[in-house]
């Protein structure tokens, strides 16, 4: 895809200072900047690149005024970063726009959906699949039965997407993520063995939830698992049966969520947490990585360490916790001299 700098412009509604006919095929960084190439300037650390980057097109700041000959062409914007992220984004869609069915698919009679859909192959749906316009599910995806996919939806390739589970508009749901299997539910036997439990409920993602590659979302027990709109989920992330995460909650990468844990909204928590089952965490809660969280969180708290408990309190306490070879001898030299 190419693309000029005259049209750059009009997405952005910039002022060019250059050839407006200057085009573009592919985005860099502008130390890395070659011909052909559409980078950015922002940051005034990096203003030496502009007098010796190769880029065809460079979106600047309104406000900058260069010092020295240049050769890329200019792009004048209010706010040059964000200008990128437009661009990146715009780019992003245009080049996932796929559209049409490949060969081999294997698509039941019984699924209904919108226009503009594209199936990569290798992919399979089964009975009974709604998929709303716009929506693209990319090479060896597996859809079962009964699941409702709604409009601008996009399906990264090798996603397994269970029976019954709800997907909202404009998710995007990243690689080799695991939507629906069974919950982890056991009952003890007598004689020290356990016998499965069955998982009769749903997962429900509401609309603009992104889940990262090779995360899993379990099935509820009865009932739902739901992730509530605008949710962000990092990859290799475990959620278990029947939790609940409330909107704009955000999670990074390795955290695990225990079986009907409820969390709030606008949260943020952080990699490599353990967050055990039944609990309730609270609204605007912050976890700091690799914290444990054991009982319920209210409103609003900070929490850091295993088990994890105030983030200043934690701190304090880590400062001793250093000393404590120090603090230790003191000690004993103490008991020693009284």
């Known amino acids: 895809m190419k693309f000029t700098a005259e049209q750059i412009a009009g997405i952005l509604e910039g002022e060019i200072v250059g050839n407006p006919n200057a085009e573009v095929s592919t985005l860099s960084k502008i130390e890395e900047g070659a ?30 005024i260069p010092e020295g000959k240049i050769a890329t062409t200019l792009i004048k914007v209010d706010d040059a970063y964000g200008a990128f992220s437009k661009i990146l984004e715009f780019y992003n869609q ?27 192959s290798f992919s399979y749906i089964a009975e009974n699949v709604i998929i709303g316009k716009n929506v693209k599910i990319h090479p060896n995806c597996f859809i079962d039965n009964n699941v409702i996919i709604g409009d601008y939806t996009t399906i990264y390739a090798g996603v397994k997407i269970h029976s019954e589970t709800q997907i909202g508009k404009y998710c995007n749901i990243y690689a080799g993520t695991v939507i629906g299997a069974d919950g982890f539910g056991f009952a003890p036997n007598s004689d020290g063995t356990f016998s499965k439990i069955p998982q009769i409920g749903n997962v429900i993602i509401e609309d603009n939830v992104d889940i990262g590659a090779c995360t899993t979302i379990d099935r509820a027990t009865m009932g739902s ?42 949260c943020m928590i952080g990699g490599q947490v353990g967050i055990a089952g039944h609990l309730t965490i609270g609204n605007n809660v912050r976890i ?28 304090k306490s880590y400062v001793h916790f250093k000393n404590l070879p120090k603090i230790v001898s003191e000690i004993q030299e103490f008991k020693k001299n009284n």
């Open 35 to 64: 011909h052909g190439s559409l980078t950015f300037l922002s940051n005034p650390k990096y203003n030496n690149f502009i007098y010796t980057t190769e880029a065809s097109v460079t979106i600047v700041n309104k406000s900058f």
């Open 94 to 120: 245009a080049k996932n726009n796929k559209v049409g069915i490949e060969i081999p698919c294997v698509i039941a009679e019984s699924v209904k959906y919108g226009e503009n859909f594209y199936l990569g």
């Open 225 to 266: 698992t739901i992730i509530r709109k605008g949710v962000k989920l990092d990859n290799q992330i475990q959620i278990a049966h029947n939790v609940e995460i409330g909107e704009n909650t955000v999670i990074a990468a390795q955290t695990g969520v225990a079986g009907t844990t409820k969390i709030g909204k606008n």
């Open 288 to 315: 700091q990585a690799q914290s444990g969280v054991g009982k319920n969180i209210k409103d609003n708290e900070i929490l850091q360490g295993s088990p994890a408990f105030g983030y200043s309190d934690y701190n």
